[in-house]
């Protein structure tokens, strides 16, 4: 199993820390069985956080889909045609990824990284409304239908957004872009005029990189 970028260091730590409560639980069972049943009791937190982080930091590879394809795993949550500052009239779907989802996020459509801006604030739960406050990261990608944004949004547990990608690079469509931690929310703006049909609706659940979100006009 392929696991995300960044990830492997919290997944060695807590089966190091699982390893060593185990090593003490033998060496003092004989001793203080109080104490060794707590060396137990920690060692299987541990390796059960283990298992955990290695679940949810899987990153599996993906067979690229047409049109624009989702950012993110998980269900959408909210589309919605808006005036952007940046984008201009535009289609922003929303996809709220669960504790469950991978958060490994991909490159929705070929493009350039015009700009990439991390943005602090709160931690409110993502599929609030209000959570449009919360720590963020920012993308504007250049790209052959015109400017697209791609907002990564912090949640409650969520608390660190982990770019893979910089300023003037240029990705293709399905690249993995960077990583959520613990459960979030990532928007994406579409320029209106260059879409010809949204292919999700609400509810739908879609995979980062392989489901179509919009097909664009040719």
Request: proline share 2%.
């Amino acid at each position: 199993m392929k696991i995300a970028k960044g990830a492997l260091s919290w997944i060695l730590v807590s089966l190091f820390i699982a390893i060593l409560c185990l090593f003490f639980f033998l060496y003092e069972i004989r001793k203080n069985v109080f104490l060794s049943t707590i060396f137990l009791f920690i060692s299987n937190i541990f390796f059960l956080l283990t298992i955990f982080f290695i679940t949810f930091f899987r990153d599996p590879d993906r067979k690229i889909g047409k049109g624009v394809v989702a950012a993110a795993d998980g269900k959408i949550r909210d589309i919605s045609k808006l005036e952007d500052k940046d984008i201009g009239k535009c289609v922003c779907i929303s996809t709220f990824m669960n504790i469950y989802n991978v958060h490994v996020n991909r490159m929705p459509f070929d493009g350039i990284i015009e700009s990439i801006e991390h943005i602090t604030g709160s931690h409110i739960p993502a599929f609030s409304k209000e959570s449009d406050k919360n720590e963020r990261v920012v993308s504007i990608i250049d790209t052959k239908i015109g400017k697209i944004k791609i907002i990564q949004i912090a949640g409650t547990l969520a608390r660190r957004i982990v770019p893979y990608v910089s300023k003037r690079e240029m990705h293709k469509k399905g690249e993995r872009i960077g990583i959520i931690r613990l459960g979030s929310r990532v928007d994406v703006y579409l320029p209106s005029g260059k879409i010809k049909k949204v292919c999700v609706g609400l509810g739908d659940r879609v995979i980062a990189g392989e489901d179509c979100i919009a097909e664009i006009y040719d």
